[in-house]
């Protein structure tokens, strides 16, 4: 395979997860008599260009379905974190009802609405029909399209050139990154800023996250391997921010290469920062594998112990990266015979691969579990408030990423 930025070849390896069907590919009761499509899931670093990004065995249009089921309105912790973007773009970039936003891979509405609310003329970009439906409830004008170089230019065309395009963790899940990148120098105003937020490769390796690493992320992306991409495809990182969010993620501002200003000093630091964390050599790379299956591995051995001492074990939260973790390690209904989540479109379902079956809320509190293992662990803080009431039958809450531990 070669590099999807700089057509370098692969050859050195990230990790390898075996085989999965897509992490939101989730089945209904009939889709259970069927056989589920398994693709490789390896990982590969291009020591060109740095980007570290999977095989290509699946197409976007394959993972981002009509009933896609990932709705970013769901987690009051995302919610928050949105309003509180478009509060600090509004002051920083001075937008107004004379400006206009654009939000690429716009979702729900999770965003946008909050644009809306404050007087600021928008739209959005959302390839998912589901999605995109429910943003447009909300009353915001979506464009139902995959975007690239030829949506970007027939946008610009029509006058919607934008003074803030909105990219919040779209960048990784793009499998022509180059095409993807370039649509944002031809929609952006001459004046306009991009703003990136995708999980950071930095804190995935720190931080044991193979559980991210699913067909629908393309890239694990660094600023080394960002400010390349963007280099070759007309735009210029000015600025850089860290966030808490998805267990550590960073967000990059950028121009057209032909109005930027000066990249800022925060650029120039990170880039050395990554430089001395070993970024460009292949040893930053190595050992992962074996920090992922040691992890696998104490999960698999704490459900077999609680299978054998009868004590109940349920988990919240069916998020993809519980999929991978859940498919990597082989645990199936027997061992975990239930997922509770609060999205509505996931409850009546199964997990792909795994086919465990999705529940409510109700559900879980009913059967009142001795343990609830915590999928979605990037939202524990949210979780923690929210099963609290676990405590009162003695029920503990634990985690499996970095390494098993519990919540408390």
């Not at 919607?160 to 944002?184: K, Y």
């Not at 193979?210 to 600025?239: C, K, P, W």
């Not at 501002?253 to 120039?268: H, L």
Request: aromatic share 10%; proline share 4%; charged share 20%.
């Amino acid at each position: 395979m070669k590099c999807r930025h700089c057509g370098a070849r692969l050859r050195l390896p990230f990790i390898d997860l075996g085989a999965a069907p897509p992490s939101n590919s989730y089945l209904t009761r009939e889709q259970l008599r069927a056989p589920e499509k398994w693709y490789p899931l390896h990982v590969l670093v291009c020591e060109n260009c740095w980007l570290v990004q999977t095989e290509d065995y699946v197409g976007a249009s394959e993972l981002f379905t009509d009933d896609y089921a990932y709705f970013s309105s769901i987690s009051t912790t995302w919610l928050d974190h949105a309003r509180n973007y478009v509060a600090a773009m509004t002051d920083r970039l001075k937008l107004g009802p004379r400006s206009l936003v654009a939000e690429i891979a716009a979702n729900d509405g999770y965003l946008l609405q909050y644009v809306r609310e404050r007087g600021i003329p928008c739209y959005g970009v959302e390839p998912t029909k589901s999605t995109a439906a429910a943003a447009r409830q909300k009353g915001l004008h979506i464009v139902e399209a995959f975007f690239g170089k030829e949506l970007a230019a027939e946008l610009a065309g029509k006058g919607h050139q934008a003074d803030l395009i909105v990219a919040n963790n779209v960048l990784a899940h793009v499998p022509d990154i180059n095409d993807f990148v370039a649509g944002f120098a031809i929609l952006l105003k001459p004046s306009g800023v991009a703003a990136f937020e995708f999980p950071y490769l930095l804190n995935l390796v720190r931080e044991n996250q193979f559980d991210t690493i699913y067909h629908e992320h393309y890239s694990y992306l660094s600023l080394t391997a960002v400010a390349e991409i963007f280099r070759a495809n007309g735009l210029i990182v000015i600025d850089v921010e860290q966030l808490p969010t998805h267990g550590g993620s960073i967000r990059v501002f950028a121009q057209r290469s032909d109005a930027a200003s000066s990249a800022g000093e925060k650029v120039g630091t990170m880039l050395a920062q990554e430089q001395k964390a070993g970024v460009r050599q292949a040893a930053f790379y190595s050992g992962f594998q074996q920090r992922a299956e040691a992890a696998k591995n104490a999960l698999l051995a704490f459900l077999l112990e609680q299978k054998k001492a009868r004590r109940r074990v349920g988990a919240y939260g069916a998020a993809a990266k519980g999929n991978t973790l859940l498919n990597f390690a082989g645990v199936r209904g027997d061992l975990l015979p239930y997922v509770a989540d609060r999205s509505s479109t996931k409850q009546g379902k199964y997990l792909p691969g795994s086919r465990i079956p999705i529940v409510s809320e109700t559900y879980l509190l009913s059967d009142k579990p001795d343990w609830i293992l915590v999928l979605p662990w990037n939202l524990r803080s949210e979780l923690e408030v929210q099963l609290a009431v676990a405590k009162q039958w003695g029920g503990r809450l634990l985690c499996a990423i970095p390494e098993l531990a519990i919540c408390e």
